[in-house]
Each structure stands twice: as C-alpha cells, then as structure tokens.
C-alpha cells in the first residue's frame, strides 16, 4: 500500500522561503516517478517539478531558479525547497508519484495530474506581505 504525507507548509513573506517534504511508503525503491504539483480554487493542479528513478528533475518554467527538488536514495523522502517565493506562488502544494514509468523521458513536469496514481493530502502555502 503506497502512501504520501506532505509536511512544511505555511505562511511567508515575498522573497521568503520554504521547504516541503514528502514522505512516502511502498514504493518501489528508485523505480518511482515523484512529483510536485499545485492548485489554487478554480484552477487546474499543475505540475511544478519532477525526479525520477535516476534523480533527473524536471521543472515547470514557473519553478526553474527558483524551486529546487530532490529525493533520498531510495525515494522515501522527497523535497521541494522553495526560493524567491512571491503571491503567485500561494496554492496547496501536492506531492505525487507514479509507477507506470521512472526514466527521464517519462518522468517531466509537464506529465498531467491523471497521469499519476498516488496523492498526499496537500500542504498551504501562503505567500503575503
């Protein structure tokens, strides 16, 4: 039974900083497409980052510079820290992950909220003056 629970969230200022982790269970050791995703109300969840089996990221043009993700070594624990945070950032945050395929070509930031089986329960991130 694989499960993810998010935790970090909160509130900061603009230009502030916070980091997000994601501890899974019953993943397949570095076999695993994990992922961060957002959404605010009324908006779609989008894909914010990406890392896969090997540890190649991926980001949303949004995230790049600014967010950086990583894993350990065998994918239990995953992080997105987040930099340089402004408004538009503020949304619940998402960790997700995907065994259907763990390479780099498959493994994008791009890859659709459907594409991927297993969900945390979402974290806020608030980012206000």
């Known amino acids: 039974q694989v499960q993810l629970m998010e935790s970090g969230g909160g509130a900061v200022q603009p230009g502030g900083s916070l980091r997000l982790s994601c501890q899974t269970s019953?993943?397949?050791?570095?076999?695993?497409?994990l992922a961060w995703f957002r959404q605010v109300p009324g908006k779609q969840r989008e894909g914010v980052a990406t890392?896969?089996?090997?540890?190649?990221?991926s980001y949303a043009d949004s995230a790049r510079n600014r967010f950086t993700i990583s894993q350990d070594n065998d994918q239990t624990t995953f992080v997105l820290q987040l930099s340089k945070l402004n408004p538009d950032d503020t949304a619940m945050y998402y960790c997700?992950?995907?065994?259907?395929?763990?390479?780099?070509?498959?493994?994008?930031?791009?890859?659709?909220?459907?594409?991927?089986?297993?969900w945390g329960q979402g974290i806020q991130v608030t980012v206000s003056a």
């Open positions: 019953g993943l397949p050791p570095r076999r695993a497409c």
């Open positions: 890392i896969n089996g090997y540890g190649g990221t």
């Open positions: 997700a992950a995907d065994t259907s395929g763990y390479g780099t070509a498959y493994c994008q930031a791009t890859r659709r909220n459907t594409d991927f089986t297993y």
